[in-house]
Every structure is written in structure tokens, then in C-alpha cells.
């Protein structure tokens, strides 16, 4: 029998693999998650990060995910490889392109990502919230908001890349309830991105508690999930920093799993491992490369909340051409 299909879980991603990846100094100084690796040469790293996103749209493809792949040839976008900055769908047919606080980001956006959606996925419109960057306003996607879908709630962090003014008027676009807060490290510097700190699943969710700064907010946050029923697994600092809050739910052929990156796997303790287990089978990916760039595999993965137009076929993208590859898993 068929599993039962959650609106919070997609069953396709967008990911975006780079060919001249490199962590991008423009973005270094308020994201504290980025680093250095001063032993491998650019051209090693670029490499490496390169056959880091090809294997894993294997493993996804082989656990039944769509992925649609598009190929990044220029030096131009250092953070290409986080799609899920600059756009999200939405369930009902819609699409939003969002304002990004680095200028170096913004050139990003891609006009071939959407028409694919268009061509493959039923598409009723696109809100593009972009121009908001001239007004110095951004809200960086679902790396600024961690969507709860089934409540409806929009969980975000303030940060020099999320805007209140900007998450208001997408919550009320879309439907959400915005639920604000402030956060930090474990040294007290503000995160820079709400996804680090926060995934929200079907039947769980995992949550850096202690990294909310204000009592009363952490409090009523912790309440809110208890309220939903799902099992909340609070995460401490030390695991925030290896990534363990950047994973995303995802359908895979035999239910729901948890896509998240080795290194994120790793700082889990057994205790956490089971309890998620009894909800998603665990997908960890070997990303420590494109973790040099201070995000993980949540935010490599850009869910697709849409209706499909019908059976999705395998493409291969020819070099002169925008189209994408589609990784499909095996029948």
C-alpha cells in the first residue's frame, strides 16, 4: 500500500551543481558558519564540491526523489550551490523569487529554473519580491524562513538577511503566520540563517532552543510544536555549529526521509538518531566541502511544493542548452 503523502515533504528538488564553487568572502562577515581551507587549492575545492553535489543527487535519486539538476559554469556565484535563497513554491501553484542581502548573491536568480517549473509542474504564479533590494529590505527564502506548512507558520530569525516588513508581506501573500524571534551562536553572534538552527518535519521537529535568546520566546516556541504533536528534539549549540538543524524532510519511494549531511549525522547523539527513526529513515550526504560555505544540505536542496503536469522524464542537458539534467530513481 501506498504511503501516505505529507504537504510538508516533497517529493522533487532543485539543486544546483557549481563548477568553480569557493566560499564567498562577501557573505563571510555575519555568517559565522563558514571557513577556510587553506591545505586544498581553489581548483581542488571547486572539484571536490562539484563531485560532492553529483553523488548526492545519486543517493536522492536512488531513494526515489526527483532531483532536477541545473549546471553553474560561471565564477561569477560562489553560493549557486543553495538554491533555496532565492526562490520557493508553494502548494496551489505558486512561486516567489526573493530579495537577497549580498549583491554577489544575487545574480543567482535564474530564469531557466523557473521556466522549467512552468514547463513540468503546474505554475499559477510567481511573486517576485526581488525589487525589495533596492529599498536595502531581504528576506533570504527558506534559509530566512523555516516553513511549517501544515500549521501554516513562518518561523524566522531576525538577521541582517531577514526583514520583517518583507516576511510580513509574504506571510500574507501566501497564508503563514510570521513567528519572530532573535538568535544567536554559541559565542552570541547572531545567526545568520533560520534553517541552521531549525527543521520542521511531518511528525518532528528539531530545534536549537537555547540558541533563541529571550526566555519568553524560546518558551511559547517550544510550545507551539508540543501543541502540533510532534516529537521535538531540541539540539544543542555545539550541534547547531556542525549543522545538525540544516536537514529537510523529504517523500521518498518508501516514505519520508531526512536528508542531512554526514557531518550533521554525526553530531547527533543515539538517543536523537532513534527517535528520528521512528519517524524518516535517515539520509545523510558527505557534503564537507559546500560546507566550507557555511550552509548544508538543507540548504542545497530547493523543495518543489508543486503539482506535477504529469509523468516527469528523465532529460540530459546538453552544454549549450539551459535545460536540466532530471535524476530519477530507478523504477
Known amino acids: ?11 522533487s528538488v532543485v539543486m544546483i551543481r557549481p563548477h568553480h564553487f569557493s566560499p564567498n568572502p562577501a557573505t563571510a562577515h555575519d555568517n559565522a558558519f563558514q571557513a577556510q581551507d587553506s591545505a586544498r587549492t581553489a581548483e581542488a575545492i571547486a572539484k571536490a564540491a562539484y563531485d560532492e553535489v553529483s553523488c548526492a543527487v545519486d543517493q536522492l535519486a536512488a531513494a526515489g526523489i526527483t532531483v532536477h539538476l541545473f549546471e553553474d559554469e560561471t565564477r561569477d556565484t560562489p553560493d549557486s550551490v543553495f538554491p533555496n535563497n532565492w526562490f520557493s513554491t508553494h502548494a496551489g501553484g505558486h512561486v516567489a523569487l526573493y530579495p537577497m542581502f549580498s549583491p554577489s548573491r544575487r545574480r543567482e536568480r535564474r530564469g531557466d529554473v523557473i521556466e522549467m517549473l512552468k514547463h513540468r509542474y503546474r505554475v499559477q504564479d510567481v511573486i517576485d519580491y526581488s525589487g525589495l533590494e533596492q529599498d536595502s529590505v531581504y528576506l533570504e527564502g527558506t534559509g530566512a524562513m523555516v516553513l511549517d506548512h501544515i500549521e501554516r507558520v513562518a518561523y524566522a530569525a531576525r538577521s541582517n538577511r531577514t526583514n520583517e516588513v518583507a516576511l510580513e508581506r509574504f506571510c500574507t501573500h501566501f497564508n503563514f503566520e510570521p513567528v519572530v524571534f532573535d538568535a544567536a551562536d554559541r559565542d552570541g553572534r547572531p545567526i545568520y540563517h533560520t534553517n541552521v538552527l531549525m527543521c520542521i518535519g511531518t511528525d518532528f521537529c528539531m530545534v536549537g532552543l537555547s540558541a533563541i535568546s529571550r526566555l519568553e520566546r524560546r518558551a511559547e516556541i517550544a510550545e507551539r510544536f508540543k501543541t502540533t504533536g510532534r516529537d521535538v528534539i531540541d539540539l544543542t549549540p ?20 531526512l536528508a542531512l549531511s554526514s557531518r550533521a549525522l554525526a553530531a547527533l547523539d543515539d538517543g536523537q538518531r532513534a527517535r528520528l527513526q521512528r519517524h524518516v529513515a535517515l539520509l545523510p550526504l558527505d557534503v564537507p566541502t559546500i560546507e566550507l560555505a557555511g550552509g548544508s544540505v538543507r540548504c542545497m536542496l530547493a523543495g518543489i511544493h508543486l ?25
Open 238 to 257: 555545539d550541534q547547531i555549529t556542525e549543522f545538525a538543524g540544516n536537514a529537510i524532510e523529504l517523500d521518498g519511494r518508501d516514505g519520508r526521509v
Open 307 to 331: 503539482a506535477p503536469r504529469g509523468a516527469i522524464h528523465a532529460t540530459s542537458a546538453a552544454a549549450a542548452t539551459p535545460a536540466p539534467t532530471v535524476a530519477l530513481a530507478p523504477a
Open 1 to 11: 500500500m501506498a504511503h501516505k503523502l505529507s504537504v510538508q515533504a516533497p517529493r
